[in-house]
């Protein structure tokens, strides 16, 4: 009898590389971040963008010095292979994208897919998932497709007013709002030929979905990212606490900061802190299994209070739960910026955050972006 597995072949298929001449190196709009009006980081680790673009502008036109180059080379070395599971999970995404093709196409409004879109000032480009034609205004509509699972799935999705059940409003991702926001933005905002876009999820689990308009409204601060659910649920119009231009400006940070070898700190956490578990365990953003374990730290504490109080021993502290950004836990420079153990790895001594002038200077520019050809781009 053979050993063989049709899945672990169909595995390793996924984990080949692309083929292609090499491309212009880009800022992908999936990258996005900012630092919102509350003072969080949303979106994008930008230590995990810097590396990302500093490896592929060096292997378009090396720049960097040897010491520099070293550090992007170990960057790449120890990035994390992804785990069967997590290649399926990114192919079942390419999988729900390409029914909604299939099915746009089949009902009469689609129009395009994979549209490109450049923006030459902060040198960001990417593609548009699908373009459709509403057919009660004959206007144009950008769809970003998505696909979630789990806790996080139903958080996003939300749940539809039925009877006596008031429902619930789902909350889309900030990385995907800045992503489609950006393409609405280039594409849309200008042309009266569209109407608001359109961010959909696919539950991979429950078969659930959702959808979301999504617009930009230009203001003297800036502009704005709105976004109002419609399915399942009718939600109230919401603006994000960021604009496109705060988006814009950090891309731009990120090229002058791969030019100058400038790292970024990291942004997100691996592994949550007691007072950060507290504040998801507060706000309902735990799971569970990871809510049942606070509640458990929580009950040790107050019996270990009594102990102590009676003058007894207090019992041992209980793990925290495993808990911390998905940024982290997707990212293929988990090792560079971790040990086995989850504690934080610190950079070398002679790499600055936020002083680049202590670090070797890169030892070319990359060509300016206002001369670049867009044949290049794509």
């Not at 919102?36 to 060096?58: E, H, I, L």
Request: net charge negative; hydrophobic share 35%; aromatic share 12%.
């Amino acid at each position: 009898m053979s050993d063989w597995s049709f899945m672990s072949q169909i595995a390793s298929g996924l984990k080949r590389s692309n083929r292609g001449d090499p491309r212009w190196p880009t800022l992908w709009p999936s990258e996005a971040t900012v630092v919102d009006s509350d003072g969080n980081v949303q979106g994008r680790c930008r230590r995990a963008t810097f590396f990302r673009y500093a490896a592929a502008r060096q292997a378009w036109e090396p720049y960097l010095s040897e010491q520099q180059k070293d550090l992007v080379d170990l960057w790449q070395s120890l990035k994390k292979p992804h785990s069967d599971y997590t290649l399926f999970v990114f192919k079942q995404g390419d999988l729900y994208e390409d029914f909604l093709i299939e099915m746009s196409k089949n009902v009469g409004v689609f129009v395009a897919t994979q549209t490109p879109v450049y923006i030459k000032s902060a040198n960001v480009s990417g593609k548009i998932d699908i373009e459709a034609i509403n057919p009660e205004t004959g206007k144009l509509s950008i769809v970003e497709a998505k696909s979630v699972h789990g806790f996080g799935g139903t958080k996003t999705i939300g749940k539809a007013a039925t009877g006596k059940y008031a429902g619930k409003a789902g909350e889309p991702k900030e990385s995907h709002l800045m992503q489609l926001g950006t393409y609405h933005y280039w594409v849309a905002q200008a042309d009266e030929s569209y109407e608001e876009s359109r961010l959909v999820y696919g539950d991979r689990g429950t078969g659930q979905h959702a959808e979301f308009l999504v617009w930009t409204e230009p203001k003297e601060s800036g502009t704005e990212i709105w976004y109002r659910q419609t399915l399942p649920y009718q939600g109230q119009a919401t603006c994000v606490k960021f604009t496109i231009e705060d988006m814009l400006d950090q891309f731009q940070l990120t090229h002058k900061r791969t030019s100058d070898f400038e790292i970024p700190d990291r942004d997100f956490d691996l592994q949550y802190s007691y007072e950060k578990m507290v504040a998801a365990y507060n706000s309902g953003d735990l799971p569970k299994v990871a809510k049942v374990q606070m509640e458990k730290i929580f009950a040790r504490q107050s019996e270990n209070e009594s102990r102590v109080a009676e003058g007894k021993k207090p019992l041992a502290d209980l793990t925290l739960p495993k808990r911390g950004d998905w940024q982290c836990s997707y990212c293929d420079g988990q090792k560079f910026c971790y040990e086995y153990d989850g504690t934080p790895k610190p950079l070398p001594e002679w790499v600055s955050l936020g002083n680049p002038s202590k670090a070797p200077k890169p030892k070319a520019e990359l060509m300016p972006m206002e001369d670049v050809d867009l044949s290049e781009v794509f």
